[in-house]
């Protein structure tokens, strides 16, 4: 079809040409690339700052450009402790020397390669040499301190043990030194991460007794991303913070431990035997402490700065050159990492691969499409946050969204994101094959929710045209592009089927594992490519930005009235527990032999002015049916790139951003999205409305009603451009 | 004062004269006391059969006649078979042969007398020696083989194991051989019995590796006491079934096995891996199975019959000697049995010693007072059903009520039984003193179910005048007076602080146990002592029979709107279930590699004519209202021993008998009671209106609308019965 012809055609027809693009797409990538792009990738250790970490970016680099990209490196500097020194030693009741080590496994040939591996530790713990008792502390969250209290149990001048799981693991260390802790060891208990799920590796594929989770414990909830330079990319020349001015940093010495190493401490501990809710699957009962168990911690750490290689490719948009599509997954890992990033990153380059192929066939995206390849997101977002930062201005100007993956599975698809592409990505799961089934994802994962919802679930699964997504909490890169620089993004999974856990971040997380327990034909890693290549060319070629703000407001209806149920139970129990200890209930109930201490009456929570909150929601509701009708009516007589078009894109780029405040959250200003943001006490799961949820969970009122007003404005002002472009559409 | 006064003084002066004696009642007994009976009767062995268990009988009888009760030995002969063989071996992956041994513990004096202990077994297994595979079963419960089912997983011709543990241990072997099972073990997991909930004995109170439990195994909820002779005292010249026409005979051999001894069998199946809800504390993962697992398993039995000594101990009534007021607990043991049944036999006795006491002091009971320490009750009730079959014409015809008490312990006073007697128990319990808060028992329970109720059971608890009570299912001696005979029952207990499980029907139940972990000083023995003799004064005493029929009434309107909830679960779930099979939700959801069968479409529950229950409940909701009010009013018009009151006892007396049908229900025509049994599949778990609420459960909906109307018909005889009293006292 001719140029003139093209430019002319109305949305609706550019529409159908869009779809059959991706009808075209989806039958490019292919699964046996995406089993050579892991294999090659996960072939040896590479972490940051690792030689094979640096080989990865270039041959990364080598792919896109081979595909017809325009690619380049870009490289940044961050902080990364290594391991110097790490010794935990049980000395009392009995001598033992934790082993720290995840053996070779015979069958398994990757995870021999002792001299590239990086021993296990946590990142972003500080030095330190501590003795002390033992004192297990659950999963470490504030709620198990509050057991710990109720028992007149305190953990000062102790090393807590907590097990992995429940929130994100840089929250243990941070509340155990909040509660005066000195030390931090975190295991794997196989209750949540070991036999009592499914047969140990390597005859099956949960974590056996030596294995151990790596990670980051660096304070996430307050920045991620290279502790000396908040808010600016980590460059060269960037004005850096000293280290004993980083806030994200522990304050207490940390260190994973595999359930091997872990079970003779646990089991010379004395003191009460914990709630049920507290028991793991060791062969043991497992007591509070503190001691007899007494630990003496060493560790101490090459406090070094590691280059980050972030690959960063484009293909120029040939109609809105200045709206950019960004799609990422990082490419470090902890070890060899075939899992996680593996099997999302290699379905990234399949889509770039794809997309070139598309190129070549004559299809030019109407936007300029980034695609990146993410360094340093293990130790804590690294790549993507310096990335975020360093680009902030243009992404506020330029980004119409983001698309991340990471590690993904077999089974379901699963999106979360921004309720302003719940529409777009139920769309793109329409038209999207699910592996196994033959049905589409969307209908599979219907289905699902179908099978496994509450009544109220099951109705909406049936009846809302759009499944609903998740919001974003924290753990992968889209955290910047969304909770900081205010880009709508999208975070696309499929899983369900295989937990991936027993070889999270361990040495055994590789290829051997992957093609014996997990998307073994990497059909999945196809499925994954399918629908984020789909994705990203919808975005990039529809001429108005394909945002549905009628889910979006439906969501933040959802969230106020969470809000008021949450305040409400909270009074309600509080005035419950008041009405409880009057009666002297907890005296009556007390078990002599196992004592609880009386819990302490406490003024009831207000009343709270959610009036503002309502409104703007309802604003919020009304704008975005105006925007639906003004342009659904508008829609065939606009033209492809035509000024009133653009007019529109221009406003529609800016709503996510409307949510943002530059103020940010309550004492985490790096987070401005008034929204979404990880939480300051679970690290990976999301509040949502943080600044009021917070607030009324950490009993702050006054707070919360201020932050009622900040989060009603951010609503406000999004209602109003939305309001703006319907009244531009009129005719 | 005198008899003539006596004679004419009001009912209401009188129960100021039981309250009285009640309250001087009270302070005599005495801990040590109890201490010491515990000490004697548990001093050796003394199961059903054995020499000590006649030696006790006897102990007990010299007791009785001592505390000047005219006491005696009731003696019966009931089938009872022993072990002569015991062997368990796997064959293979690997062979294992268990050791089916509980070693001695050096702390523990009387673990090691082997001459005189039973071997572990479950008594009323049948013979077998049978080999095949193992399948694991979880509870053994129905629902477990649905499970399996969805897996397409049989257990034909295979040698299930079972967990102990969520239903009576009889149901395990019934269900399984329904299911094609040719044997079957049953072991102590350490989830529900070992070290995950506290320390194992003798370090703590929980079961250890070898401990294991014994127990019966007859169909007892189709008919308990001697399977030889049901419906009939077995005594010498009974008529007697052959074995091969028993039906309370499992229908395969069955072992009792420790964990230590299962864990190589279950460590060795393969299969798919249980579900969440199937998995122990074992360190290993638990699969299905079948097999590799493969197991010989022999048991054979000596088919003996043994005497069965009960002591009936009796206290004339001076006014209605004619009516009886019963209190029995077992005297016999699996071995040691200081917990089971000494804590409560000991209470027993030092009730029988402080009314003897108070007997010296003046008092004489206004009705005849029978306590019974029972034998055989470990077999299936022997003791006491052989008893009340053959006393069933004089029961029916004397007993006012019937008072069981068993194992006990500290913390709660938690009554269950006839409805009748909720507001006596409730009464009693607000007059005595709780050892460890000094509360009243009454009290201390009311905020144990404020702290843990539901909302609605926390308003109940504080504004209900009375505290409900549970309904009794079976597993005590209570059974075969009230589900056979129609006596109003209480079980009456204390406990919720130390769980007695560790050692239940193990060797280790001994007087070393007992003063280590569980009631230590006898306090709480005291007081079940102190509540029992209570209420035995209060309804020996009191001129008008102290039955309360609006809370009974206010019970039953209860039950009928849980079976019509429960038809509409059934409904909805049935309804539901066939929706998702018609969407294909079921196939879209299953994992290949882990597949699920698709359940079969079935004809939803229809609607049930639910109106005569409705009609008859309110009928003696009324009914229960009208005597109240009567009897308010007349009674301080009515002499006590006055033909009126003698008139109005003897309807009394015959009301829960009006619960009862000589049909019987459903398939076990001798449990008689229309409000109360054990359920067919749970054993010790009640099903009230038990033949709706099985008939509903097992999808029999014609059996359901016959047996509405027989429940209705009982309750209106019931309500007929008290308007006639409620007539009669009107002026």
Chains 1, 2 share one sequence.
């Not at 081979?66 to 009392?92: C, H, N, S, Y």
């Not at 992995?164 to 155990?176: D, E, H, L, T």
């Not at 004993?244 to 872990?262: G, M, N």
């Amino acid at each position: 079809m001719s140029a003139i012809f093209a430019l002319a055609m109305s949305t609706l027809a550019a529409q159908q040409a869009v779809q059959s693009w991706d009808a075209k797409f989806r039958a490019i990538p292919d699964a046996g690339n995406i089993g050579e792009y892991i294999k090659r990738m996960s072939a040896r250790p590479h972490h940051l700052g690792s030689p094979y970490d640096k080989d990865n970016a270039e041959w990364i680099l080598a792919k896109f450009e081979q595909w017809g990209w325009d690619a380049r490196i870009e490289t940044f500097d961050a902080l990364f402790p290594t391991p110097k020194e790490r010794v935990v030693e049980m000395i009392a009741p009995a001598p033992f020397t934790l082993k720290l080590e995840e053996p070779v496994v015979s069958v398994d040939p990757t995870s021999g390669q002792k001299t590239e591996q990086l021993p296990s530790f946590n990142a972003y713990s500080v030095d330190g040499d501590v003795t002390g008792p033992i004192v297990y502390v659950n999963y470490g969250r504030p709620q198990d301190y509050e057991d710990l209290e109720r028992r007149g149990i305190s953990v000062r001048g102790a090393i807590v043990i907590a097990r992995y799981g429940n929130s994100w693991r840089g929250i243990k260390p941070k509340v155990a030194a909040e509660h005066g802790a000195v030390g931090c060891l975190i295991y794997s208990d196989p209750m949540d991460d070991g036999y009592f799920n499914d047969d140990i590796f390597p005859e099956g594929p949960t974590r056996n007794g030596t294995g151990v989770q790596r990670g980051s414990v660096m304070d996430m909830p307050t920045y991620p991303g290279d502790p000396l330079t908040p808010n600016v990319g980590a460059t060269a020349d960037a004005k850096r913070l000293d280290i004993k001015d980083v806030a994200t940093l522990t304050k207490i010495p940390v260190l994973p431990i595999s359930y091997t190493d872990a079970q003779p401490l646990l089991a010379a501990l004395k003191g009460p035997v914990v709630p049920e809710s507290w028991r793991g699957s060791l062969p043991i009962t497992y007591h509070f402490g503190p001691g007899p168990t007494r630990v003496h911690m060493k560790v101490s750490f090459n406090w070094n700065r590691a280059p980050i290689y972030d690959v960063i490719a484009r293909m120029q948009g040939s109609t809105y050159p200045d709206e950019w599509v960004i799609r990422g997954n990082h490419h470090d890992a902890w070890v060899n990492g075939a899992q996680d990033p593996g099997s999302g990153m290699s379905a990234v380059l399949e889509e770039a691969r794809a997309l070139g192929e598309l190129a070549r066939q004559g299809w030019r995206p109407k936007r300029t499409v980034i695609y990146a390849a993410w360094d340093g997101e293990e130790q804590g977002l690294l790549g993507s946050t310096e990335w975020v930062e360093a680009h902030d201005k243009d992404l506020r100007e330029h980004a119409v969204a983001y698309l991340n993956s990471d590690g993904t599975g077999r089974g379901f698809f699963n999106p979360s994101g921004s309720h302003a592409l719940e529409n777009l990505v139920n769309d793109v799961a329409r038209d999207v094959e699910d592996p196994e089934t033959k049905l589409t994802v969307w209908k599979r994962q219907q289905a699902r929710r179908i099978a496994n919802g509450t009544r109220e679930e099951k109705n909406d699964a049936r009846t809302r045209a759009d499944l609903r997504i998740a919001a974003l909490g924290s753990g992968s890169d889209y955290s910047s592009f969304l909770q900081h620089a205010g880009v709508p993004s999208l975070d696309l999974r499929f899983g369900g089927f295989d937990s991936s856990d027993g070889i999270y971040h361990s040495v055994y997380d590789d290829y051997y594992y992957y093609t014996k327990f997990l998307d073994t034909d990497f059909a999945y890693g196809r499925a994954l490519a399918q629908v984020a290549g789909s994705t990203i060319i919808r975005l990039a070629d529809a001429d108005v930005l394909p945002f549905e703000y009628a889910d979006q407001a439906d969501t933040v209806q959802t969230y106020v009235k969470e809000l008021q149920a949450l305040l409400k139970t909270q009074q309600d129990d509080m005035r419950e527990r008041n009405r409880e200890i009057d009666e002297g209930v907890f005296a009556a109930i007390n078990d002599p032999r196992r004592p609880l201490q009386v819990p302490k009456k406490e003024t009831v929570a207000p009343a709270l002015n959610f009036a503002p909150l309502e409104n703007a929601a309802e604003a919020l509701t009304q704008a975005a049916a105006r925007y639906r009708k003004a342009a659904d009516t508008a829609r065939p007589k606009l033209a492809s790139n035509s000024a009133a078009v653009r007019a529109i894109n221009a406003k529609l780029l800016q709503a996510e951003r409307q949510l943002t405040d530059d103020a940010g959250l309550p004492k985490r200003p790096w987070y401005r999205h008034m929204l979404y943001a990880p939480g300051f006490y679970t690290g990976y799961a999301v509040k949502t409305m943080p600044g009021v949820r917070e607030a009324i969970e950490q009993k702050e009122y006054a707070a919360a009603e201020t932050e009622i007003v900040r989060v009603a404005k951010a609503l406000e002002r999004e209602a109003a451009l939305l309001d703006s472009i319907s009244s531009s559409l009129q005719p």
